[in-house]
């Protein structure tokens, strides 16, 4: 087949949700239909057997989801999915950031029964800022939920994205009877029984107000449904698929993902209605067109998360890399733009649940991963042919900060380790106090609970216990000046410099008060905001 039909086949997509709406078991069931798992409870099983192996329930929630299932690829109606995992936990924000930017489009998925939650508004943001296409799966409507209408307005009025329902529920918990696709008039009844749904029956109707429909519900439930189905249609507004493709509107479809209900309707629609990899902006310093087509046969892409021992069993780091144009093939030679070094990929693989096969061929929208990458960071632009760059990958503003140190001096060298890991997987952020031997790393994060993800592991994976002793600060600022001009830097007492990874000098600060104070002092310094080129650091061997 030639490249270009290929990529069309690609399908690229992350589920975004709040914890509980139902992700994984949405994942599983997607998984079943590719025929990638054969029997329903393997994903969850995993996960609920991590759960209550470990004290770190949380923890060990979020590693068990992220080492079972971080890129799944699996086949569908002649097309080639790739799904690709975000972490559930509201802390990751960041990491999810990185993986969206792997993917083409999103699901959101809710929980009828609760609406938009706060992680569910974080996420969201995220994908708006990518611009992405976002499909809604309104779920668990086998469960009591809120009012379809309610919930339609609040993707708009919270979220301020326009909110189009694909199909339309009759009932919902005991009254639930199916959906109704808006487009075909089909009616998909939902069939209760004692093992959940079984595969829904279909029916075709003439109309929302055909007898056959009428006679499935009560009163009470029929007129909700006629009412709410009244208005959509009433507002006359026609499926805009160009302001689905910008993100500005979100195509709504409701079921329940634990009784497979209204799933595979949702992936047949997803199907035919996400985009396939698109043209790839690079860095604007670029002066040779601005993108890159995904079906030009040179090899393209970009490296957009680093995970170390991801199995305890092989003990290894995998560097997963977007491809966004031409064929991957095995031990091709590309070149690293970031170090200018040429680099044989030669392990390439594809990764599902526990085990990793090899992967001979793949195209633009794929991902692989690499085993042992030494000379990838984080923002790396791999390419074949002419010079190209993808645009660097920022890393977010550390709002938390903490003094790191080993508890028994003589794991110094394992503790040195584990802290450069941690930073170049992008899940921690690291500073020393300003001129210092290095000793003490600063560790600087988003979210807190990656203070207890960065502990936990330096324990579980480097053998390392350490004490992490929070410090006041709460903002960070790059100080744009000469190492000796930034040492001069009047700070205000609460206020610390620091240096970064590679030496550069970096302000922290307890409060904007504080800062606006160092401005005052220091009228010849700039503060700047930091948004770190994570592909500009370098990497430790
Ligand atoms: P997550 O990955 O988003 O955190 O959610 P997960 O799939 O683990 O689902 C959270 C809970 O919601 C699970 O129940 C799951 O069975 C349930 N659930 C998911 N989809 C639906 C649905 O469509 N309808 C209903 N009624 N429930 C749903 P649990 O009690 O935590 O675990 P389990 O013992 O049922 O697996």
Redesign the pocket.
């Known amino acids: 087949m030639n490249l270009t039909d290929e990529v069309r086949k690609r399908r690229t997509f992350a589920i975004i949700?709040h914890?509980?709406?139902?992700?994984?078991?949405?994942t599983e069931k997607l998984l079943l239909y590719g025929g990638a798992i054969h029997v329903a409870g393997q994903v969850?099983a995993r996960?609920?057997q991590r759960a209550v192996t470990s004290d770190w329930m949380e923890l060990e929630r979020e590693r068990g989801?992220s080492i079972t299932s971080t890129v799944l690829q699996f086949p569908y109606e002649g097309h080639t999915i790739n799904l690709l995992d975000t972490p559930?936990h509201q802390d990751f924000g960041e990491d999810t950031y990185r993986t969206l930017l792997a993917a083409d489009a999103a699901v959101m998925?809710i929980d009828a029964a609760k609406g938009v939650e706060p992680q569910t508004k974080k996420l969201f943001a995220i994908c708006r800022e990518r611009k992405i296409p976002l499909f809604t799966f309104m779920?668990?409507?086998?469960?009591p939920s809120r009012d379809p209408l309610e919930l339609l307005d609040e993707l708009e009025r919270v979220l301020g994205i326009g909110a189009f329902a694909m199909n339309w529920p009759l009932g919902s918990g005991d009254t639930f009877k199916g959906v109704y696709d808006r487009e075909t008039r089909e009616l998909h009844l939902f069939e209760r029984s004692a093992h959940g749904a079984k595969r829904a029956a279909v029916q075709t109707v003439a109309d929302a107000r055909d007898p056959k429909l009428r006679e499935l519900v009560d009163d009470v439930t029929y007129q909700q449904f006629i009412d709410g189905l009244d208005l959509l249609e009433g507002a006359g507004e026609a499926f805009d698929r160009d302001a689905m493709l910008r993100g500005e509107i979100t195509p709504v479809f409701f079921?329940?993902?634990?009784?497979n209900f209204g799933v595979q309707l949702f992936l047949d629609r997803f199907i035919a209605m996400s985009p396939p990899p698109a043209a790839r902006a690079l860095r604007e310093t670029q002066d040779d067109g601005g993108s890159v087509e995904p079906d030009d046969a040179r090899f393209s892409g970009f490296v957009f998360k680093i995970q170390a021992n991801m199995d305890p069993r092989h003990r290894d780091r995998i560097a997963f890399v977007r491809i966004c144009s031409g064929r991957f093939e095995r031990d091709m030679t590309v070149r690293n733009a970031r170090t200018g070094k040429d680099v044989r990929l030669s392990r390439a693989m594809k990764l599902f649940a526990d085990e990793r096969e090899s992967l001979d061929d793949a195209v633009a929208g794929d991902v692989l991963g690499f085993a042992n990458p030494g000379s990838f960071a984080i923002g790396d632009t791999l390419y074949e042919g002419a010079p190209i760059e993808f645009p660097p990958i920022p890393s977010f503003a550390p709002e938390h900060f903490a003094a790191v140190r080993s508890i028994d001096t003589g794991s110094y060298k394992s503790f040195g380790k584990g802290i450069a890991q941690l930073r170049e997987e992008g899940a921690v952020q690291i500073f020393y106090p300003w001129g210092s031997t290095r000793s003490e790393p600063i560790v600087a994060v988003v979210g807190e609970l990656q203070f207890e993800v960065a502990k936990y592991r330096l324990q579980a994976e480097y053998g390392v216990k350490t004490i992490f002793s929070t410090l006041p600060y709460a903002l960070a600022r790059r100080v744009e000046a000469d190492a000796q001009r930034a040492a001069r830097a009047q700070l205000p007492s609460n206020a610390k410099l620091v240096e970064d990874w590679e030496g550069r000098p970096v302000a922290l600060f307890e409060s904007e008060w504080s800062l606006r104070l160092a401005q005052e002092w220091n009228a010849d310094l700039v503060f700047a905001p930091f948004v770190a080129d994570i592909s500009q650091e370098t990497v430790s061997p």
């Open positions: 949700s914890p509980d709406a139902g992700k994984t078991t949405l969850s996960k609920r989801i559930g998925l779920n668990k409507m086998d469960r079921g329940s993902a634990v009784t």
